[in-house]
């Protein structure tokens, strides 16, 4: 069955299409490689023996979409193509509407115009914005703190009113909290441009010796150790709540809502401490101020997807941990060039 994932290329995308392989699904990666490799694909290869159909193109050009949907049969489509730097966007918001909003519509447009009528998209734990009280259950309020979210929340409404309108649609929304990790084969794993902006890939780059000090953003929330909180979980854990969405949910009419997370909350220096245990090195830190935008604690309340899905998060922080490490010390460097 072949699966359109655009965004494919990428982080959460390549772990995807690893698992979508190993499940004996066929994924036909769409990616404009503005923030991936073309080596990617041979990683994938490496580790699940078969090289996904891959097409470079932006899914914000129609006659290029719809050439992909004249050539190949896809049943359902899981959309990750998108940016992702809440830095960037607040400087230029119109980038993140225009890829993250328009592109969406404009897959949606093409889809439907093929008659494909399932539909996975990446959604993110930004859209609860400041949340009440936490773990934070699927039902409540959403709001955004920056472009980015915004697109996110953006999104999301704009789907549900389409498939309110077309109701033998299926729109599962994803809300993803902190993926972390990388495949446990060492060949995969997430490559960020220039600084990166997350906490783990901030942290292996200081283990690894490319930059001497981690800035522990904020010391004085009202958390446990005064750091801030997340649910960081496993990025084959994440893949694999893909699958789960696929299988159960593709082909039920509606529009789905699933929190991805692990429900443990851990804070910025339980992950420093643990990169340390794992790595065997020290990983110097500073605190500075806190981050605009950042929340004190957000964690998931992950049941409706066990209930529902019949997935739950199964690696814990040692594994996260292990592979981000292998991933990192085995290629220094990321992907190269
Ligand atoms: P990523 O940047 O590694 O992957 C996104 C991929 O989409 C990249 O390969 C990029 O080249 C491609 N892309 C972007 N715009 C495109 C376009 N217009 N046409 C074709 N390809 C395009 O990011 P990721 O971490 O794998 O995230 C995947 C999705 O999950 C994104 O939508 C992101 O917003 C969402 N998400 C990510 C996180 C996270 O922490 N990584 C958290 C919540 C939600
Ligand atoms: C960030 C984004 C969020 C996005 C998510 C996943 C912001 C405000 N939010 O969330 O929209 O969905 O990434 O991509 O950017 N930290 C440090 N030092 C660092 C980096 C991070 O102390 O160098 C701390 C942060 O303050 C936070 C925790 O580590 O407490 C996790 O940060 P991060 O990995 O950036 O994720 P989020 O802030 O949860």
Not at 31 to 53: A, F, H, T, Y
Not at 60 to 87: C, M, N, P, Q, W
Not at 147 to 162: A, I, Q, T
């Amino acid at each position: 069955m072949n699966v359109l994932v655009t965004g494919g290329t990428g982080y959460i995308g390549s772990h995807t299409c690893i698992q979508l392989i190993q499940q004996g699904y066929s994924p036909v990666v769409v990616d404009n490689l503005c923030n991936s490799k073309k080596v990617v694909l041979d990683r994938i290869e490496q580790v699940s023996g078969v090289r996904p159909i891959f097409i470079q193109g932006d899914i914000r050009d129609d006659a290029f979409l719809k050439s992909v949907f004249d050539e190949y049969t896809i049943d359902s489509v899981i959309h990750f193509a998108g940016l992702k730097a809440v830095g960037e966007s607040v400087e230029k918001p119109l980038k993140y509407y225009d890829n993250n909003v328009s592109g969406t519509l404009r897959l949606v447009q093409t889809m439907e115009a093929a008659n494909v009528k399932s539909l996975i998209f990446s959604s993110s734990a930004t859209v609860y914005g400041d949340p009440a009280s936490v773990p934070i259950k699927e039902n409540f309020p959403t709001s955004a703190t920056n472009p980015y979210g915004r697109s996110k929340l953006m999104v999301e409404e704009c789907l549900r009113d389409f498939q309110h309108a077309n109701p033998d649609w299926s729109i599962t929304l994803l809300r993803y909290f902190n993926p972390v990790g990388a495949h446990t084969s060492g060949l995969l794993g997430e490559d960020p441009r220039g600084t990166p902006n997350n906490l783990l890939p901030f942290v292996a780059q200081v283990a690894v010796g490319r930059r001497q000090k981690l800035g522990i953003f904020g010391n004085d929330y009202p958390t446990p150790d005064g750091t801030g909180v997340r649910d960081y979980i496993h990025v084959v854990d994440l893949a694999d709540g893909h699958l789960a969405a696929l299988e159960k949910m593709a082909h039920q009419p509606g529009t789905h809502i699933f929190n991805l997370g692990t429900g443990q909350g851990k804070s910025v220096l339980d992950m420093v401490y643990a990169f340390e245990r794992v790595a065997e090195r020290p990983i110097p830190y500073e605190f500075k101020p806190r981050r605009a935008g950042d929340v004190a604690e957000c964690y998931a309340d992950p049941t409706y997807a066990e209930a529902i899905l019949g997935w739950k998060a199964k690696r814990g922080l040692n594994s996260m941990v292990e592979d981000t490490w292998r991933w990192q010390s085995n290629n220094p460097d990321g992907y190269g060039d």
